[in-house]
């Protein structure tokens, strides 16, 4: 069985919305529920980065992209990748895209500390407020440069349109794409409600 190491509210929404696709039996564990699950989170990956997800044969893998490359390669009859080779490479280029442009700028607005040598109040929030608008931009190019790649409501969603959906859920962007990309923005909302994934947002995001 898959072990899923997240927490709600994070990336692994994205991990536990592709195994739900893949219809594979799989644990979540929330390592903030107990220093029990934060420890073993940390003998598997010392960096403690979620998700972290360890295969059934004990092979432990990180980085979204490449855990959601995984399964659409061990489980090819969920489509989470395209079958076509070149659908296929733009959707792992798509999902490169995401973690390289949106998700590290979504790093440096949660965490600008990190980034900076003198985390004074003011650096802190010009680092973020040019991370947050340089996050936005970002998704304006992959809504202009991807938007024929993703989910249709006819087949399932894959493994581009799961990462687009939970990784567009931070800092404002969905509410910056509503008037900046609006087309967009309406196929985000409809791989929201894909009855798979559907209880699984419910789950990291509440209403």
Known sequence: ????????????AAIEAALELCDVPYRFIDVEASAEATQALEKL??????????TPSGD???ESAAILIHLGLTFPAARLLPSD??????????????????????GIVDYPERWLAEADESSRENLMAGARARLHWSWEVFADQFSGELYL???????????????SRWAGSREYLRNARPGFSTWLERIDRHPTLAPVF??????
């Open 60 to 62: 432990v893998l990180t």
């Open 45 to 54: 990956n010392p960096l403690q980065q979620i998700p972290t997800l360890q």
């Open 153 to 167: 409501g006819i087949e399932k969603p894959g493994a581009l349109d799961v990462l687009a959906a939970v990784v």
């Open 85 to 106: 080779a070149r659908e296929r490479d733009q959707a792992i280029r798509g999902m490169t895209y995401i973690v390289t442009n949106c998700y590290a700028a979504i």
């Open 202 to 207: 419910a789950r990291h995001w509440p209403s």
């Open 1 to 12: 069985m898959y072990q899923l190491y997240g927490k709600t509210n994070s990336g692994a």
